[in-house]
């Protein structure tokens, strides 16, 4: 500045008076992150990324930058130029970006971000622009502290009293920070307190025991489940313009009661008054926050955004309950308890409503890229569930599922109309392989699984490589040999299996030859 000043002097004759872009200028604007691979992240999440993960120590490097920053808006404010925006933004981003809880609080010689922001406000002739907030919402949520939520939910509050209304972006930031409270919380128990066993072997740092920590869980579940009661009360809420910020919240509400469920099985029963159960009931209630039966099935105009943003959420809950019976199967000897099984009616009812819609936009053409894939993680993990199902008495629900997805498959492509084109194909032979393994669980007669196995191979065949690329699917493709050892290893070591199999290696070569004696 004084070699400006100097300069405008001697060529122009006239005095250079610095305003605030000026002193802005000097300061640092430090790139933000950004994801690369497509997923969906809050624009604030990346402002914080230092505390991910708890507070840091104090790095004398970044302590030295952000001072000599923070030195110079003081300095501005000495020369008589009120500071900008921007240049808070860039001091809160410096303190911000030491990661330790002095630079967002203040303390050991930093005035801190959070100091810095209630400046700026009082210095701003009117509502601040929200981004300034991001270093703090950010640091607050992916701390990993028990006051996280609490700290979130303060700033997010003051923002509206200054007369902005936060967007549902920036309101994501309630779920993250108790996702990563719930995290830490797991983290400390796994790792302090309990043996694989269950039993407490200790307490925390904090003094909480393994129960404290399960009771904190559970509240951090609650927290979201009543942000998300605060989100979903708008008449149109799913109508919303950030449909995947919705998509977002209602995801972390779902594994955040899978988180503290799951939990409860590290302690002995009857340690706790909180239960599986109770977790499974709220996830379900989620579930419920997006629908698709609420739009009318004689319009076809259904935004596909929603069907997708459905179908991930559905697929979420699915994946989730399956993973909460896994646990218990792994920490109870002769479990007989399957949340999938108790809770298959909501499955199925989610699988049949988001099946209705894709097919609508598939008939009309509608079909974003990225559809299939969330079309084929739903039936993946709807498969995965069922086999995970040992009651006799739910086999037959788990048949019917297996059909309906094989079903989805054919129609699907018999309505894809690019045979022959560059397209790759998804590979789905996991999919048949698994309903052929499930098969042998739920058809315990083996002539009778002989048949659901047939039905299997002649439904899957429509995605077996051709001779004539141009006769190929491109929405999927099955490996034929992948498939007849699966549905080897259903049927086990008996005399039938040889036989059984031998006749669909028997049923290709007859159709080789009535090939060649076509070509004569």
């Keep these: 500045l004084e070699r400006t000043k100097a300069l405008s002097q001697d060529l122009c004759g006239e005095a250079f008076i610095p305003e605030a872009d000026d002193y802005n200028a000097a300061l640092k604007n430090t790139a933000t992150n950004c994801l690369a691979n497509g997923d969906y992240q809050p624009p604030w999440f990346w402002h ?26 003081e300095y501005a404010e000495e020369m008589g130029v009120s500071p900008s925006e921007d240049m808070y933004f860039q001091v809160i981003k410096a303190w911000a970006s030491t990661g330790s809880l002095e630079g967002l609080i203040g303390g050991d010689g930093a005035l801190g971000a959070e100091e810095l922001a209630k400046k700026a406000v009082l210095q701003s002739e009117g509502a601040p622009n929200m981004k300034m907030f991001y270093p703090i919402i950010s640091a607050w949520s992916l701390c990993g ?12 509050d003051q923002i509206s009293l200054l007369g902005m ?4 972006d920036l309101q994501v930031a309630y779920f993250v920070a108790a996702e990563k409270w719930q ?23 904090e003094g909480a025991s393994s129960d ?16 998300l009661k605060e989100m979903s009360s708008d008449e149109n809420r799913q109508d919303i313009a950030d449909l995947d910020a919705f998509t977002s919240m209602l995801r972390y509400s779902i594994k955040a009661w899978s988180r503290a469920s799951d939990s409860t099985l ?12 109770q977790g499974v009931e709220e996830m379900a209630k989620v579930l419920k926050c997006i629908s698709l039966t609420n739009h009318s099935q004689d319009s076809a105009d259904v935004d596909e955004a929603l069907v997708n943003a459905a179908g991930k959420v559905y697929t979420e809950f699915t994946s989730q309950i399956r993973k909460l019976d896994s646990t218990m199967n792994g920490h109870l000897e002769n479990n007989e308890k399957c949340y999938f099984a ?26 974003l890229p990225e559809s299939n894939s969330i079309q084929h993680n739903l039936y993946r993990e709807t498969l995965r569930g069922c086999a995970g199902v040992k009651s006799s008495t739910d086999y037959g629900h788990m048949m019917r599922i297996c059909t309906l997805i094989m079903d989805c498959l054919s129609w699907h492509h018999g309505q894809t109309r690019d045979h022959g084109s560059s397209k790759e194909a998804e590979d789905v032979t996991d999919m048949y392989s ?15 699984r002989m048949n659901v196995l047939r039905s299997i191979y002649d439904r899957a065949s429509d995605f077996f490589p051709k001779k004539n690329p141009h006769h190929e699917s491109n929405y999927a493709r099955v490996d034929r040999a992948a498939l007849l050892g699966s549905m080897r290893r259903s049927l086990g070591d008996s005399e039938m299996t040889d036989s059984f199999l031998s006749s669909f290696e028997e049923g290709k070569q007859g159709q080789r030859r009535r090939s060649r004696q076509r070509g004569r």
């Design 212 to 227: 404290g920590d399960i009771e904190s869980l559970f509240k951090a579940a609650q927290y979201c489940s009543r942000h």
């Design 145 to 156: 502290e028990k006051l996280g939520p609490d700290r979130v939910k303060e700033w997010i």
């Design 48 to 73: 914080g990324q230092q505390y991910d993960g708890g507070f840091k120590a104090m790095d004398d490097d970044k302590k030295c930058e952000a001072l000599d920053m923070e030195k110079w808006l």
């Design 266 to 277: 590290l302690l002995p029963d009857g340690s706790t008054s909180l239960d599986t159960t």
């Design 434 to 448: 698994d309903i052929a393994m499930i098969s042998s669980t739920c058809v315990k007669n083996p002539y009778e």
């Design 342 to 367: 108790d809770r298959v009616a909501d499955v199925e009812s989610s699988l049949r409503s988001y099946e209705f819609h894709s097919r609508r936009l598939a008939s009309n053409e509608k079909v």
């Design 183 to 205: 995290s830490k919380l797991v983290t400390n128990m796994l790792g302090n307190n309990v043996t694989l066993d269950g039993s407490i072997v200790e307490e925390n740092a």
């Design 165 to 168: 209304k936060p967007d549902l």
